[in-house]
């Protein structure tokens, strides 16, 4: 018995078929037409509803732990204590000038030597201790990483070897 035929812009076995639209010009040509590939249905009614924003702001924490260590330590914690030292050094910006914020950070100038103190000695702590810290500790992660990739053999083989090679040999001179 032959099948019956699916009706135009409709799908049949998986294959979408195009349906023809008459389709006339601005300028009052002739008519023409326009093939346009049928979209799918609309989901029905019922589905679960889409995540919201809190549900999509839990889910982006969250697959921050697939990240790679040195990844998910910049995403948390280094980003904000660089976003600290950036907010200091803009507030040190609009209160003693940039060219002295700077100075200052990088030790070219005493905080003494500028107005208002108490903001310049906190970005001078800052530009002495936290900022290499952050950059020693990015650093000293990336080449540890690449020293862990190079590794040829385990820790726990080198140190069977070297305990082999310790001990007393059995077979020696008496």
């Not at 726990?156 to 082999?164: I, K, M, Q």
Request: with cysteine; charged share 15%.
């Amino acid at each position: 018995m032959p099948r019956a035929a699916a009706p135009r812009g409709t799908s049949r076995g998986g294959q979408l078929f195009c349906r023809i639209l008459p389709f006339t010009s601005r300028t009052g040509g002739p008519a023409s037409t326009v093939s346009r590939v049928s979209l799918p249905p609309a989901p029905l009614p019922g589905g679960p509803p889409p995540p919201g924003r809190w549900q999509r702001l839990r889910s982006w924490r969250a697959a921050r732990h697939a990240l790679p260590r040195f990844g998910f330590w910049l995403l948390s914690r280094g980003a904000v204590v660089l976003g600290m030292c950036g907010a200091l050094y803009v507030l040190n910006g609009f209160l003693i000038g940039w060219a002295n914020a700077y100075d200052v950070m990088t030790g070219i100038t005493s905080p003494k030597a500028v107005h208002p103190q108490w903001c310049a000695w906190l970005l001078s702590l800052t530009g002495w201790a936290a900022i290499p810290a952050v950059i020693g500790a990015a650093a000293g992660y990336v080449i540890t990483e690449q020293i862990r990739d190079h590794h040829s053999r385990e820790l726990s083989d080198v140190v069977d070897e070297l305990r082999r090679l310790a001990e007393p040999s059995s077979g020696g001179d008496s």
